[in-house]
């Protein structure tokens, strides 16, 4: 005969109610992923095996596992934050918040067995011991997240608006808006510019009146905007970018050599997920007026 559920947790000395959390669930940011790690440890959990940490909205409840929802607490988050800047140094704490920008289903799991190998091991340089499957497994996420983000800088096309505000739609496989921002903020101080992230329902946003001669304003996060204007961006353009796209739509078409066309190549270095932003990949085949006539 079959035990029940409750004589199968007393044969293993436990109680009901009072089972140790097996699931840690963090709200899902940065912050919220060091408040967990404050929690694990401030329990005593940290030497349980079956451990992990995910993201609250990532999370499949199950019958079995026993989780834990976790608040962000920014005092916690600032200690767990200091301790790790001690341990890892700069680089080790941008492969940290790079990996957690990945996004990954188990990322809040491999990042936390990376701490807890660092305040294993203060004296080691973890980074390095790619023998670690946590620490491989995070670096090769570090990899990734730095080529979308290299890819993202490189294929951002901007439109022009009716309000002089230079718009770009992205939908990265990696949250890497917040990695991009300063390279544009950099680059475009003289213009009102903003980029949406569609996958993700946020985007950044720079206003150049709030720049000095010295200082470049500071990027602004907006999570709100119209649906419409997002489904179609050309309902918004200006006079100069529809003139714009057709010159620059013009150029790409005669300046391609149709005997030396690779697709494979081509594709390779930039893939096709991209293609749907880029204003020179909606030429039609049969755009005859954008041919050069002979």
Request: charge should be positive; aromatic fraction near 12%.
């Amino acid at each position: 005969m079959s035990q029940s559920l409750s004589e199968l947790v007393k044969n293993q000395n436990y109680q009901l109610g009072q089972l140790t959390p097996s699931i840690v669930l963090y709200e899902p940011s940065f912050e919220g992923w060091l408040s967990a790690v404050f929690y694990v440890y401030s329990n005593h959990l940290q030497d349980d095996t079956s451990l992990q940490l995910i993201a609250q909205d990532c999370y499949v409840p199950s019958l079995f596992a026993h989780a834990i929802s976790v608040e962000t607490n920014a005092n916690h988050a600032e200690r767990v934050l200091t301790k790790l800047n001690q341990l890892l140094g700069r680089s080790g704490m941008r492969n940290l918040l790079w990996g957690f920008l990945s996004e990954k289903d188990n990322i809040g799991t491999t990042l936390f067995q990376v701490v807890k190998y660092a305040i294993n091991y203060p004296s080691r340089h973890i980074m390095d011991d790619l023998g670690n499957l946590n620490v491989l497994e995070l670096v090769q996420t570090v990899k990734s997240v730095g080529r979308e983000k290299h890819r993202m800088e490189a294929f951002v096309r901007f439109e022009h608006t009716v309000e002089d505000i230079y718009f770009a739609r992205v939908e990265p496989d990696f949250n890497v808006l917040p990695l991009i921002g300063e390279h544009f903020r950099q680059r475009y101080q003289d213009q009102h510019w903003a980029i949406y992230d569609l996958a993700r329902g946020y985007g950044i946003y720079y206003n150049k009146s709030q720049s000095t001669p010295k200082r470049p304003a500071a990027l602004q996060t907006i999570t709100e905007f119209d649906e419409a204007v997002l489904r179609n961006p050309a309902s918004i353009h200006s006079e100069d970018e529809q003139r714009y796209q057709r010159f620059w739509q013009g150029y790409f078409t005669n300046v391609n050599i149709k005997e030396r066309k690779n697709p494979r190549l081509h594709k390779q270095y930039l893939p096709q997920r991209y293609w749907k932003y880029l204003s020179e990949k909606q030429v039609l085949p049969n755009a005859q007026h954008l041919k050069k006539q002979r």
